[in-house]
């Protein structure tokens, strides 16, 4: 959490600042007197560097200290305020003491600057949740205005350090807690709705709308929560003015929440007042009543509406956004034709164009452009490797008799996401496709243990089973395909099974995958190699920590890694080797499934999955990450020694 530490200078506070509390004392003892040329140049360089903001980190720095026998520059003590006096000197005695003060200064500049720059990694990343206000008003039809707040809050609250949890994030957390989106929460529900998105801050609060029609006014309370301690953090916020001038409201209420987090925030309140108001306040509230309308048809015409309350010449996020909600709908609604421009609209930059081209490739899918939805899953999977990108690129890659680069694609995605049964079915049809009976067989019979009703994976395990001879066995599954498969007749008429690949059709970039919205520039991911400084040495830390088995400090360490680098595929690995070492299987499969997700070569991940697999009995699941292994690396020692065990496991009654 953040704190305000000040900046000190021999007992005395000079200057406050919400910074990491990085403490810092030089031992000089030639000089004692606060303002003398040490104190001076010492004050003067943190001074420069606060007011420069060039460090997002909180500094204290502390008095000079005498130090007897300790050798260490960088304590945590402070001394109270001094007064002393100098004595007068020989000219020879001023000379020594003058070599002397030049050489501390020195040396007080070089410690300074490393803690200035340690300083940048000790920031720990807040996470809010903005719940939907109350309304304190008589009248519903201001029900609007309540979650307009949590949705232009959660675009305007943008800080490095403070990570906001989206409107799409917020509904995903009520599901998982089958707490209906309508629904007005009581505090304790709504910390607990935080939690579940993974935040460590609630923002929740009221308004109330008063004046006659064309004159009212709405007033805004609302307060900042650490869920995590229960307690206030920060004062109230208390704003108000006119309903027509919402939006500018709205910039206000989020300077006042990002300023109690950073009082040193480098964005004036006028900068997020006007960005706020470039969403048009009649242009919000249509696209807020749209998008709290469950029925596709009025949400349409709501959000055209409000398209149209941007003027003549529109342009910026907030029309951009409003265009994507359309296009999503008309998607949702199975108007392909009009959602596929809308989709091309959304610009390079955006923050919602990896989406906007996901949905892309899904609606060519549907107008069957295979080609176009092609080439733009390829493009994007570079930019995005998650499970439901890869499974859409190789299904489209299945539809036009790419079997070869589809198989591979499949078996990453099963490696990463061995829950997910339409991906897990997906690869199975592929398999049969290519003749691979016994291993199709294989994957189906998992998909069927998780999901004994689906019609299609039975038919296509009985015809799996009818080509390899076995026809007896083929029976059951055929019996089940015709209990739970509507289509049974007439796909038994046609004598051909038609093609039964599967599309993911969402897409949970933050809430699965933990990837952030953030605009694409140069039109590729964050590579390894461009990894901050800090973060390498930290993760060198944490190595040394794991070795020593320091595992606490250890996960510390990589937990403030994975933080500033979510896509660190060896922070995950680590972790989850931490966890299995402390017996924790179902933290230690999340974290190696991470690493295998961000780096798909990882072998050492993949032999450790196979190994916890092996340990639970789970042998499908240790055969796919063998596989994975054995694929890169056919000599592999570890993955043939395992492939003999799950072979033996296997013969096992």
């Excluded at 049809?429 to 999901?451: C, M, P, S």
């Excluded at 933080?563 to 230690?588: C, F, K, N, T, V």
Aim: proline fraction near 4%; charged fraction near 20%; aromatic fraction near 6%.
């Amino acid at each position: 959490m953040s704190r305000l530490v000040n900046l000190t200078l021999f007992g005395t506070v000079r200057y406050s600042r919400w910074l990491p509390a990085v403490s810092l004392a030089v031992p000089v003892s030639a000089t004692r007197d606060e303002g003398g040329p040490l104190a001076q140049v010492v004050e003067q360089l943190a001074f420069n560097q606060w007011v420069a903001g060039s460090s997002p980190a909180r500094l204290t720095i502390l008095s000079p200290v005498e130090t007897t026998r300790s050798s260490s520059l960088v304590q945590d003590t402070a001394l109270s305020r001094r007064q002393h006096g100098f004595k007068s000197r020989t000219s020879r005695q001023v000379g020594s003491l003058l070599l002397k003060l030049a050489r501390k200064i020195w040396l007080a500049l070089t410690v300074l600057t490393a803690v200035l720059c340690l300083a940048n990694v000790v920031e720990a990343q807040n996470r809010v949740m903005v719940a939907p206000f109350e309304n304190r008003s008589s009248d519903t039809e201001f029900n609007w205005v309540g979650e307009s707040l949590a949705i232009m809050l959660s675009d305007l609250s943008t800080s490095p350090g403070l990570e906001v949890v989206t409107s799409d994030e917020r509904r995903l957390a009520y599901r998982r807690l089958k707490i209906p989106t309508a629904a007005v929460l009581s505090r304790a529900t709504s910390m607990r709705v935080a939690a579940a998105a993974g935040a460590n801050l609630l923002l929740a609060g009221s308004y109330e709308v008063t004046g006659s029609i064309g004159e009212e006014r709405v007033q805004v309370l609302c307060r900042l929560i650490d869920i995590t301690h229960g307690r206030m953090a920060g004062s109230e916020i208390n704003v108000g003015g006119p309903l027509k001038d919402l939006s500018e409201l709205q910039g206000t209420v989020a300077y006042e929440v990002l300023y109690s987090c950073d009082c040193s925030l480098p964005i004036s309140r006028q900068r997020l007042s006007t960005q706020a108001a470039a969403f048009p306040t009649a242009a919000l509230e249509y696209y807020t009543k749209g998008i709290m309308t469950e029925d596709l048809p009025s949400r349409a015409r709501l959000l055209r509406l409000a398209i149209g309350k941007f003027g003549k010449n529109p342009a910026g996020p907030a029309f951009i956004r409003t265009g994507y909600r359309l296009a999503r709908t008309l998607h949702d609604a199975g108007k392909y034709g009009e959602a596929i421009p809308l989709f091309r609209s959304v610009p390079p930059g955006s923050v919602w164009n990896r989406e906007a081209r996901f949905y892309l490739a899904l609606a060519l899918c549907q107008t069957n452009h295979l080609d176009e939805a092609l080439a733009t899953l390829q493009t994007l999977e570079r930019e995005l490797p998650v499970a439901e990108v890869t499974n859409n690129l190789a299904v489209v890659e299945t539809r036009k008799n790419l079997l070869a680069q589809a198989l591979p694609r499949f078996s990453q995605a099963v490696a990463g996401t061995p829950e997910d049964s339409d991906i897990r079915f997906n690869y199975a049809y592929a398999l049969w496709l290519t003749g691979d009976d016994e291993n199709a067989a294989t994957q189906l019979r998992q998909v069927l243990r998780r999901r004994t009703s689906d019609g299609e994976a039975h038919y296509l395990l009985s015809k799996v089973l009818q080509r390899s001879g076995q026809a007896e066995a083929a029976r059951a599954p055929l019996i089940q395909a015709r209990r739970f498969l509507s289509t049974y007749t007439q796909w038994e008429t046609g004598g051909k099974v038609p093609g039964l690949t599967r599309l993911k059709q969402t897409l949970e970039l933050t809430a699965l995958h933990g990837v952030s919205r953030v605009p694409v520039s140069g039109g590729t991911a964050r590579s390894k190699t461009d990894l901050p400084h800090e973060v390498d040495t930290m993760y060198v830390s944490a190595q040394q920590s794991f070795r020593a088995n320091l595992d606490d400090e250890a996960r510390n360490t990589l937990q403030k890694v994975i933080q500033l680098a979510p896509d660190h595929a060896g922070a995950h690995y680590l972790m989850g080797r931490i966890y299995e070492r402390w017996g924790d299987h179902r933290s230690s499969v999340n974290e190696l499934r991470a690493a295998t997700f961000w780096d798909p070569e990882h072998t050492d991940a993949y032999l450790l999955l196979a190994r916890i697999y092996l340990s639970r009995q789970e042998l499908p699941e240790a055969g796919a990450c063998i596989d994975q292994v054995l694929r890169r690396d056919p000599a592999n020692s570890e993955a043939l020694r395992l492939r003999a065990v799950l072979a033996e496991m296997a013969t096992q009654p």
